[in-house]
């Protein structure tokens, strides 16, 4: 029997080398020390499987030179170095590691917790490298009594809301993404209102780096903070705007921030290093020995399973081989994930169900294109996290109802494809079909018939079917300097209407706002694909 070949390409711990090294079908080749491009391009010409982390660029040409290639392993959580399209063309299964560095980073946001509310970064450093004693300069203030603020409630900052209820403080937690029980079943407060969160003493962030949550804490959401208010940021760099965050805390509206994470990294040059009430490291959440060890060894029976093809754990992938599905599938697959992510979107809420429909042919793939329902719906409060085999555990996880069924075909298209998506909020029903050459189309909305490319930035406008709807719409897009590239109309029997505009600039909060203000308006969402 020929060994499977893998390809160690950065250091890992050693406990993932020996178990590499320990099996007899596996020839494992450590190329840590191999300089990058084309030594390390020959070496994984022949590799089955290669295991990465930040150090190594998974792009064209490492993937050119990879021929062999069948899964990539990244020791990690962060896969911004792998060009996961390029790998799914190609057929290669892309896994991380997400979880293996959970408590590493948890304990990290408790010590900068710490850190901030003793300022003992700052009395260490006058003590030990001035050799200054003056306790008087060193008042801080105890974790016991004060109300934390915790911005998503997952894996992490769970765990960093058990703490801190362990400290004696007051715990509250947002995110909309998750059943209040998760939160109240640990003894912790849940909250709708983010100005619940807002008007906390310690606020720390714990959520995947998305379109939603790039920027989340802004000039408008400090300046509603109360005054000495300490931020922690040990998740991900540019959930807080770093400009506002250096302005309050040059001003004293924010006491203290404990930051492990930059919008870029390196952050030698960061102005944030300029402030004296600022505790920073440099992106340390994983850099334990324990969690080092545990996505060593993670990754390395990762890469076995894969490299055996017995299973692919954690793949943020799926390679959809032309040989294996008819042609006229995978845009289906495509489309049917895009739909369940813009749901997501306008339905904003804790996901109760998700059911996907189908007629005519499709409706023989519907376990798989349920699979890509599901992706796409949690994508949008779990980003990264999600993927294609841990979907249903994670959504049962989340006690979130799955389902499918075969309709009869009805509908006038030779093929159609609908996803209900159930929130603790509302219930939306998209449908799409598929054109020639592999055109995608929304045909309907809550019995809206329309046609819409599901593609780009897109509001959604319900109204009362009234005159003047459309007029009053334009004028307050054009006075926000929004320039409307295409506007689809949908109508009932009920006297509302249903408004797709696409439009070419980013919709901020106050122009919805103002859209949500007019007379005739029923709900309206924004939502970019």
């Not at 720390?204 to 989340?216: A, G, L, R, S, V």
């Not at 998209?430 to 055109?439: A, D, K, P, R």
Request: glycine share 8%; with cysteine; hydrophobic share 40%.
């Amino acid at each position: 029997m020929s060994k499977k070949k893998i390809v160690v390409c950065d250091h890992i711990h050693q406990k993932g080398i020996e178990l590499l090294e320990k099996e007899k079908d596996i020839e494992l080749v450590n190329a840590a020390d191999i300089p990058k491009g084309e030594p390390l391009y020959e070496t994984v010409s022949d590799a089955d499987v290669v295991i990465t982390r930040s150090s190594t660029d998974v792009d064209e040409p490492f993937l050119n030179a990879a021929k062999k290639l069948k899964a990539i392993v990244r020791a990690g959580v962060g896969v911004d170095n792998v060009d996961i399209e390029g790998c799914s063309r190609r057929g290669i299964i892309v896994m991380n590691v997400p979880t293996a560095n959970t408590i590493a980073a948890v304990e990290l946001t408790i010590a900068h917790m710490l850190g901030c509310m003793r300022a003992f970064p700052y009395a260490h450093n006058q003590l030990k490298l001035e050799r200054i004693w003056k306790r008087e300069n060193w008042i801080g203030n105890e974790l016991k009594g004060k109300k934390l603020g915790i911005i998503g409630f997952g894996n992490i900052g769970s765990r960093v809301g058990v703490r801190a209820l362990a400290f004696g403080m007051d715990v509250i937690a947002y995110d909309p993404y998750i059943s209040p029980s998760k939160a109240t079943d640990l003894g912790v407060k849940y909250t709708t209102n983010f100005d619940d969160i807002l008007a906390c003493d310690v606020i720390t962030i714990h959520t995947p780096k998305t379109k939603e949550t790039i920027n989340m804490i802004d000039r408008e959401e400090i300046a509603k903070m109360k005054d000495g208010v300490v931020l922690i940021n040990c998740a991900r760099g540019g959930l807080y705007n770093e400009d506002a965050l250096y302005d309050g805390l040059k001003s004293g509206k924010i006491k203290f921030a404990g930051i492990d994470v930059f919008a870029k990294e390196p952050a030698t040059d960061n102005k944030l290093l300029e402030l004296d009430n600022v505790t920073v490291t440099p992106h340390l959440g994983a850099n334990t020995v324990e969690s080092q060890e545990r996505i060593a060894t993670q990754a390395a029976t990762q890469a076995i399973e894969a490299a055996r093809g017995v299973s692919y754990p954690n793949a943020l992938n799926l390679p959809i081989k032309e040989d294996e599905i008819p042609p006229f599938v995978k845009p289906y697959l495509e489309l049917t994930q895009k739909i369940g992510f813009l749901a997501a979107q306008v339905n904003k809420g804790a996901i109760k169900s998700i059911k996907v429909f189908a007629e005519g042919e499709i409706g023989d793939f519907l376990k798989s294109l349920t699979t890509f329902a599901v992706v796409g719906a949690l994508k949008e409060s779990l980003g990264e996290a999600i993927n294609y085999v841990n979907a249903e555990f994670v959504a049962k996880e989340r006690d979130i109802s799955i389902s499918y069924e075969k309709k009869s075909n009805i509908s006038g298209y030779k093929n159609k494809i609908a996803v209900k998506l159930t929130t603790d909020k509302d219930v939306i029903e998209i449908g799409g079909t598929i054109f020639e050459e592999n055109v995608q189309r929304i045909v309907e909305i809550n019995n809206f018939a329309l046609d819409v490319e599901p593609k780009g930035k897109m509001i959604f406008f319900r109204n009362t079917d009234v005159p003047g709807v459309i007029g009053d719409v334009g004028m307050i897009l054009a006075k926000n300097n929004i320039n409307i590239a295409d506007f689809r109309l949908g109508r009932d029997e009920h006297g509302q209407a249903l408004a797709v505009i696409i439009v070419d600039d980013d919709v901020d909060k106050k122009t919805i706002s103002e859209l949500a203000a007019l007379k005739a308006c029923i709900s309206v969402h924004y939502a970019v694909i």
